[in-house]
């Protein structure tokens, strides 16, 4: 007989009709010592070794949570080998792929704290991580290797690299991760970690400035649970296959998609694509039979462009910027479901979302407090307000949220104000509970007395069939203080033209408001994104101050 699988791994959302019946009905279970790595990978080897983990799209093959125990053993044992200890950072730099799974599972079951790194990070980006974290090992591919063996110098912790293809360049010293691994043994004995411990470093997008590290806990996947398990309308149910495209290292692809799906024993889909497009996307959905995604909004906008067929899906979910009517209209059409949105940043993720099987969505807003998270709108005096605009909080303690900034003490005080978590996004909360998204704090436009949140702007904008992305910033005006600035890239089939600027102004005035419209649009070829697909705002208000100089 198997093994019973311990209460806590058990779905925590329990199923309602009414989000108001979820609230009451959730509590948190109580957790002491939990280990993120034994969670989702050693308790289903343990119970259904035979079960799917992994599915590599780009090797054809499967990967069982029995294969996935024994390579991570070795792989926590290599790293014991090459000197790393508990409370180590590794970093991860690598693709969606097997081995990515397996360095941060190895790093966690040993005790050492796993950190993320895109692989279109360039060299600054690489040398602040690597340096502000003191990263002694590191798990990367050739390509990556080379990228790095020049940052070493100034890197004086640093002291392994691995390379998982072995094809490093000569002389750098890397351990091939093809020769190393199958000679190291099969089992090991994983860290007897408190929940409370850290675990997982993930620098912040960068969208308002420097990148802070932020340091997450184990406890942080039982954290993020029931915001997945609500975005998917209730994840998983018998059938499940998810994928994302979100990197693995971005908290998105990583805390929202492989590590919960693990959990779950829920098989994950893993592709690595040389460049995102949407033939690509429907065919890896058709050929493995997708049932869940993560959308993120970029993502969604290039498919709507390439009109794809239909595709049906149990569950979309999207998060890191807010859907208009028009992408969620069309997500419907395409998916057959309503794309659930949710919210949340790298030091408190999940905690805000829309479910759509009970009803708790609606247009032009982002969710409700996923249960088990309080969150609020707070004033001037940091108190909870309704039907007003004011900062978007979430109150402390929460499962979820992060235990620091690394390094940065000041930082991480300015992140609270008394026992809430400021997000540094405002918003609106009705009195149902209900929250709409209005901006980050300097997103928002000041112009002839009003403010105006750009993301409103932009969804209408993406309503128009000529765009396919629009990033709107303030401008600075010596009459209105600022004025709405639009940047528009468009969609194939269409060039820019004074009369097309024209069209698309009246097209916001008419069908959103007379004081939102853009009063200037520029057309570019591309907009500034993060690694994370999110638009860098600070870029464009930037350039439109250039344009004023």
Known sequence: MKAPIPVY????????????????????????????GVDV???????????????????????????????????ANLLVECGVTPGDRIGVLLPQRLETAVAHIAALKLGAISMPLAVLFGADALAHRLGNSACTAIVTDAEGAARVVPLRPNLPELHTIISVDGNSPQGNGAIDLRDALPVQPDCFVSADT????????????????????????????????????????????????????????????????????????????????????TDAAFDLMRRHKIRNAFLPPTALKMMRADSPAPYPMRSVASGGETLGAGLLDWGRETFGVTINEFYGQTECNMVVSSAARIGAHRPGIMGWPVPGHEVAVLDDADAPVTDQEGRIAIHAPDPVMFLRYWND?????????????????????????????????????????????????????????????????????????????????????????????????????????????????????????????????????????????
Request: charged share 25%; net charge negative; aromatic share 8%.
């Open 409 to 549: 003490e000041a930082a991480t005080a300015g992140k609270f104000a008394g026992n809430w978590l400021i997000t540094g996004d405002r918003g609106v909360q009705a009195s149902d509970g209900c929250l709409r998204f209005v901006g980050r704090d300097d997103d928002v436009i000041s112009s002839g007395g009003y403010r105006i949140g750009p993301g409103e702007v932009e969804d209408t904008l993406l309503c128009h069939p000529a765009v396919a992305m629009a990033g709107v910033v303030g401008k600075p005006d010596p009459l209105r203080g600022e004025i709405v600035k639009a940047y528009i890239v468009l969609a194939p089939g269409h060039a820019p033209s004074d009369s097309l600027a024209s069209d698309l102004s009246t097209f916001v005035k008419t069908t959103l408001s007379a004081h939102e419209y853009p009063r200037e649009i520029d057309f570019l070829d591309a907009l500034p994104l993060t690694t994370t697909g999110k638009i860098i705002r600070r870029e464009l208000r930037e350039r439109a101050r250039n344009e004023t100089a």
């Open 41 to 75: 990978c050693d308790r289903w080897a343990s119970v259904d070794p035979n079960r799917t983990a992994l599915i590599l799209d780009d090797e054809g093959r499967s990967v069982s949570f029995d294969e996935l125990r024994t390579l991570t053993n070795r792989m």
């Open 194 to 277: 408190h929940a409370n411990d850290p675990a997982i470093l993930i620098y912040t997008s960068g969208t308002t400035g420097h990148p802070k590290g932020a340091l997450l806990p184990h406890r942080v996947l039982p954290g993020h649970l029931p915001g997945v398990e609500m975005s998917h309308d209730f994840f998983p149910e018998p059938g499940d296959i998810i994928w994302t495209p979100a990197d693995w290292a971005w908290i998105g692809g990583l805390l929202d998609v492989l590590m919960p799906a693990l959990h779950h024993g829920v098989p994950v889909v893993a592709k690595r694509f040389g460049k995102f497009t």
């Open 9 to 36: 791994t058990c779905a925590m959302l329990p199923r309602a009709d009414t989000y108001t019946e979820l609230r009451r009905r959730f509590e948190w279970p109580i957790l002491d010592r939990y280990n993120i």
